[in-house]
């Protein structure tokens, strides 16, 4: 077991609108439309979603990400996204904002705009094939750094400035996080490995 150093996740959640410009919001869902229809977002057969995409806000440390429990829903609205508003990693707290809550997944985009201010969009997806495909083959996060941990975030840091833009998350199955100086360039990097299997 490596459960040492585990900080459960905290999620300071404030149910409120924020401000989500429609052009931001278009972008967003036109790219995660185009994960979602390979399956690369969605959910199992047990209802559980999976996959999110998000958008850092200008020059800032904060963005924009898709909700938590989300990626059964082929089109988003405005309500299913949440304003990630801060974050600590060390204590693993997530503070946001929405209508809907940010996932514990959000760390793991935290931990890539807070290392690499070239970063302006990231994807988390799920595939078993291409996770299978690349584990060890792209740059790729240790075993024992589980899903939603401050582990995992500190991990994913080290792998911030990975020229391929792709890491394979070897504590979390089927999980792969890509990301980009825009969400276009994200969302195509994860696409053409896809098209590789
Ligand atoms: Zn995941």
């Known amino acids: 077991m490596h459960n040492e150093g585990y900080i459960k996740f905290d999620l300071q959640w404030e149910k409120a609108n924020f401000i989500f410009p429609d052009k931001l919001f278009l972008e967003m869902n036109l790219f995660r439309k185009r994960l979602f229809d ?7 057969s047990d ?15 904060l963005f924009i990400i898709s909700g938590s429990a989300t990626g059964s829903i082929p089109n988003l609205s405005k309500e299913n ?40 969009a990231v994807v988390h997806v799920h595939h078993k094939k291409l996770w ?6 792209l740059p790729t996060t240790p075993k024992n750094a589980e ?7 500190n991990e994913i840091k080290k792998l911030a ?37």
């Open 81 to 120: 996204y949440s304003l990630v508003t801060g974050f600590d990693i060390d204590k693993n707290t997530i503070y946001c904002q929405g209508n809907t809550a940010a996932s514990s997944e959000s760390m793991s985009h935290a931990a890539l705009y807070k290392s690499n201010q070239k970063i302006n």
């Open 161 to 197: 400035n990975a020229s391929e833009g792709v890491i394979i998350m070897g504590g979390h199955e089927e999980g792969i996080v890509s990301f980009g100086t825009t969400l276009e360039e994200a969302t195509n990097r994860i696409i053409k490995l896809y098209n590789t299997l």
């Open 47 to 61: 209802g559980i979603g999976f996959g999110n995409v998000s958008i850092r806000i200008g020059d800032t440390n």
């Open 38 to 44: 390979l399956g690369l977002i969605g959910m199992y």
């Open 132 to 137: 299978e495909k690349y584990l060890n083959n």
């Open 147 to 153: 899903y939603g941990t401050t582990e995992m975030a």
